[in-house]
């Protein structure tokens, strides 16, 4: 079935150092991939998403490439910041077979 | 816009006590999801609707929870009677392009049952 395997953490980083989130999938069709931030006490917004293979999809300094040979959508972002402090979540949409999944989520902390 | 809008934001009960959480999806969207977080299983989907009926109740931990949708802008979650266990927040969320298109979450319904 459709599943999503995300790097565990918690990361930690100092402010400014780049971000590397690790996301991979397994889907029976051609999934939709997303990436989802949670900040404390708040909801998940959706932060970027990719509908095909070679998308790059990017908003407020993130950016994750659509990888269909590697299975891979990985989120990078070139200097985090403090308030970057949240959880991530890396899901995918599948069309044929009706599916949204999330992954466990990996929560960043950036110090300052 | 509005977004997605849940109420209570905040609920604390007794044990045994019925409660009630209450979402208004964003107009012109029809789907519907009900989710629960907690620290120990994260974030689980309870029930999606797809204009108003429900299409996946597998999720719904025990007879105690029911949910339902009597109209495109208003969805229930009910817990009846209600334990300790239940705690956590309860997210809703909606979506325009079924269950596989993108979803946008509600700000939740941090329950605690004392």
């Known amino acids: 079935g459709d599943s999503v395997t995300q790097m565990e953490g918690p990361v930690t980083l100092s402010e400014e150092a780049f971000l590397t989130i690790n996301c991979t999938y397994t889907?029976?069709?051609?999934?939709?991939l997303f990436w989802y931030v949670q900040y404390p006490g708040e909801g998940l917004q959706l932060l970027l998403k990719?509908?095909?293979?070679?998308d790059k999809g990017s908003n407020k300094g993130f950016e994750a490439t659509y990888r269909k040979e590697t299975t891979s959508f990985h989120l990078e972002k070139g200097s985090v910041q403090v308030s970057d402090s949240a959880v991530y979540f890396c899901?995918?949409?599948?069309?044929?077979?009706?599916?949204?999944?999330f992954g466990p989520g990996t929560r960043l902390s950036v110090l300052p | 816009d509005a977004g997605v809008i849940q109420s209570p934001r905040h609920e604390v009960t007794e044990m045994g006590q019925e409660v009630t959480l209450r979402c208004k999806p964003i107009?012109?969207?029809?789907?519907l999801f009900w989710y629960r977080q907690t620290m120990m299983r994260g974030l689980e989907l309870l029930i999606y609707?797809?204009?108003?009926?429900?299409?996946?109740d597998s999720g719904m931990p025990e007879d105690r929870f029911s949910a339902k949708m009597p109209n495109a802008s208003f969805s229930t979650l009910k817990i009846q009677p209600s334990e300790p266990r239940d705690s956590a927040v309860y997210f809703c969320?909606?979506?325009?392009?079924?269950?596989?298109?993108?979803?946008?979450f509600g700000p939740g319904t941090r329950l605690l049952v004392l």
């Open positions: 969320a909606s979506s325009d392009a079924g269950r596989q298109g993108t979803q946008y």
């Open positions: 889907a029976t069709g051609y999934p939709s």
């Open positions: 990719a509908t095909k293979a070679d």
């Open positions: 899901a995918l949409g599948e069309r044929y077979g009706q599916n949204f999944v």
């Open positions: 107009s012109g969207h029809n789907s």
């Open positions: 609707f797809n204009n108003n009926v429900p299409i996946d």
